[in-house]
């Protein structure tokens, strides 16, 4: 089955960097993506990235995948208060003709000032 | 810029009733999804619909229904509600086309049910 995992919680200092992990157990993926939701709202897409990449950056975003130990991170550089949110991590497989969608449960990223 | 809205933030239910959750996109997108959020369980799939008329059960699609009668307006009900389904509930669409598969969220109806 798919299964992508986050831990729940990262707390930063304003200024430093962030890093969010997230692990998946599908191999087939084919895209995955990084979104953000701010308090009250609902899901934007940050970034995505092919699963045959390696690296993607965006600005002050970089996502990593190593699709050998099916890990992918986002890397906030210079992290400010307003990127206080929660991170979802999610990948996209065929499934039975469709594009399935399974997100992860989610990183609460605080940014203390 | 695509707009999803929801007909509700905030919805107050009691146990037994039917309740309905309308969903409306403005981007002609073909598909559309209805998901739950609840706290250390992320994003789960009810139904999603990938066009008029079409429906197709997600994870967890037990207690709930869906409606797409245009194109535009995909509906959750909840037959008989019950305080398990106290949850926030995500509306989302994405186009049909091969390539990534972005999905554009609504805010979220925070429901509650007593």
């Known amino acids: 089955g798919e299964d992508v995992e986050q831990s729940l919680f990262l707390s930063v200092r304003e200024g430093d960097s962030s890093v969010i992990n997230c692990t998946y157990t599908?191999?087939?993926?084919?895209?995955l993506y990084w979104y953000k939701q701010e308090p009250g709202a609902g899901l934007q897409l940050l970034t995505y990235?092919?699963?045959?990449?390696d690296m993607k950056q965006d600005q002050r975003l970089t996502v990593l995948l190593n699709k050998k130990d099916k890990h992918l991170s986002l890397r906030i550089a210079d992290t400010q208060t307003g990127d206080s949110a929660i991170y979802f991590c999610a990948e996209s497989r065929n499934s039975g003709g469709y594009q399935k969608v399974t997100f992860g449960t989610g990183t609460k990223l605080q940014v203390i000032p | 810029d695509v707009k999803v809205t929801q007909s509700s933030r905030y919805l107050v239910k009691r146990t037994g009733e039917k309740v309905f959750l309308e969903c409306v996109q403005d981007m002609d997108h073909e598909n559309m999804f209805w998901y739950r959020q609840d706290p250390g369980l992320g994003l789960r799939l009810i139904y999603f619909s990938y066009d008029v008329k079409m429906k197709e059960k997600g994870d967890i699609p037990e207690g709930y229904s869906v409606s797409r009668e245009k194109k535009e307006r995909f509906s959750l009900i909840l037959e008989s509600a019950s305080t398990n389904q106290t949850s926030m509930y995500l509306c989302?669409?994405?186009?049909?086309?091969?390539?990534?598969?972005?999905?554009?969220f609504g805010p979220g109806t925070r429901l509650t049910v007593l």
């Open positions: 599908d191999s087939s993926s084919t895209y």
């Open positions: 989302a669409s994405s186009p049909w086309h091969r390539g990534t598969d972005t999905q554009y």
């Open positions: 990235i092919f699963s045959n990449m």
